[in-house]
């Protein structure tokens, strides 16, 4: 080899090894850009308050196991389901604006996810009687009294056949009363009812079984007396 050819075979090793080293940096680069996503997974939230903060109408167990395993197992089904889709990093309202594209498992984990979200915060200790203010206004105008929003909204619940969830909704302005299968919600585009949820109660056998067995009536009787209308007034306030 003369010395020509000798410099060309340098060159070209340290131009390999230069790649190489360009490579390592691109991969490590990835690793931590795959790193920051894995941070944005979807997190079990906290319940606010303590498992046996709402007894005697939901008993502690019922919440440990609801929130610990039910509500933990959505999460995580989530986020196994959405990795390495396009639709990591997304919120789950955009998501569900065009649930009807994606994979069930998507759909039911995301509304599981969202829906017990929601359902932790609109209840509370020593909460119940009745909505004020502007919701309440709102209320008595679309269904009459407060005592009927109640009947309507248990009638709701109770005649949901399977699993799902009874809403009301602030659909095109108004109030609404529906209820959803599964773990759909007013913020999915396979929604019957579409628009802002502003309280969720929770029909699943697994929110009441073990107090009440297969009385889903009384369970939804009891629960009134957790509600946490401050937090709904907050969420109706909010509502376009
Ligand atoms: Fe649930």
Redesign the pocket.
Same mark, same amino acid.
């Given at each position: 080899m003369n010395r020509k050819s000798f410099l060309t075979s340098v060159g070209m090793l340290s131009l390999v090894g230069g790649i190489k080293k360009v490579d390592a940096i691109t991969k490590k680069i990835n690793q931590s850009l795959s790193g920051s996503i894995q941070m944005s997974k979807f997190e079990l939230a906290n319940l606010p308050y303590a498992f046996n903060a709402l007894e005697p109408y939901i008993d502690a167990k019922t919440m440990e196991i $609801?929130h610990d395993k $039910? @509500?933990a197992a959505y999460v995580n089904n989530l986020n196994k389901a959405l990795e390495g889709t396009s639709l990591e990093g997304k919120t789950l309202e955009v998501i569900f604006k065009e649930i009807s594209k994606q994979p069930a498992a998507v759909r039911n984990n995301g509304g599981?996810v969202y829906?017990?979200n929601l359902?932790w915060q609109v209840m509370g200790p020593d909460k119940g009687g009745k909505p004020t203010g502007a919701l309440a206004d709102a209320i008595n105008g679309a269904f009459g009294s407060f005592e009927k929003f109640k009947e309507l909204f248990s009638t709701a619940a109770a005649t949901r056949f399977g699993s799902g969830w009874a809403w009301l909704v602030k659909s095109d302005g108004k109030l609404v009363i529906s209820s959803s299968p599964n773990q759909d919600n007013p913020l999915m585009d396979v929604s019957d009812v579409k628009g802002y949820p502003v309280l969720t109660l929770?029909i699943?056998e @697994?929110?009441y079984y073990l107090h009440y067995q297969n009385r889903r009536p009384d369970y939804i009787a009891a629960w009134w007396n957790v509600v946490n209308w401050d937090e709904v007034e907050k969420r109706f306030a909010s509502s376009k």
């Amino acid at each position: 080899m003369n010395r020509k050819s000798f410099l060309t075979s340098v060159g070209m090793l340290s131009l390999v090894g230069g790649i190489k080293k360009v490579d390592a940096i691109t991969k490590k680069i990835n690793q931590s850009l795959s790193g920051s996503i894995q941070m944005s997974k979807f997190e079990l939230a906290n319940l606010p308050y303590a498992f046996n903060a709402l007894e005697p109408y939901i008993d502690a167990k019922t919440m440990e196991i $609801h929130h610990d395993k $039910h @509500h933990a197992a959505y999460v995580n089904n989530l986020n196994k389901a959405l990795e390495g889709t396009s639709l990591e990093g997304k919120t789950l309202e955009v998501i569900f604006k065009e649930i009807s594209k994606q994979p069930a498992a998507v759909r039911n984990n995301g509304g599981g996810v969202y829906n017990h979200n929601l359902f932790w915060q609109v209840m509370g200790p020593d909460k119940g009687g009745k909505p004020t203010g502007a919701l309440a206004d709102a209320i008595n105008g679309a269904f009459g009294s407060f005592e009927k929003f109640k009947e309507l909204f248990s009638t709701a619940a109770a005649t949901r056949f399977g699993s799902g969830w009874a809403w009301l909704v602030k659909s095109d302005g108004k109030l609404v009363i529906s209820s959803s299968p599964n773990q759909d919600n007013p913020l999915m585009d396979v929604s019957d009812v579409k628009g802002y949820p502003v309280l969720t109660l929770d029909i699943w056998e @697994h929110a009441y079984y073990l107090h009440y067995q297969n009385r889903r009536p009384d369970y939804i009787a009891a629960w009134w007396n957790v509600v946490n209308w401050d937090e709904v007034e907050k969420r109706f306030a909010s509502s376009k």
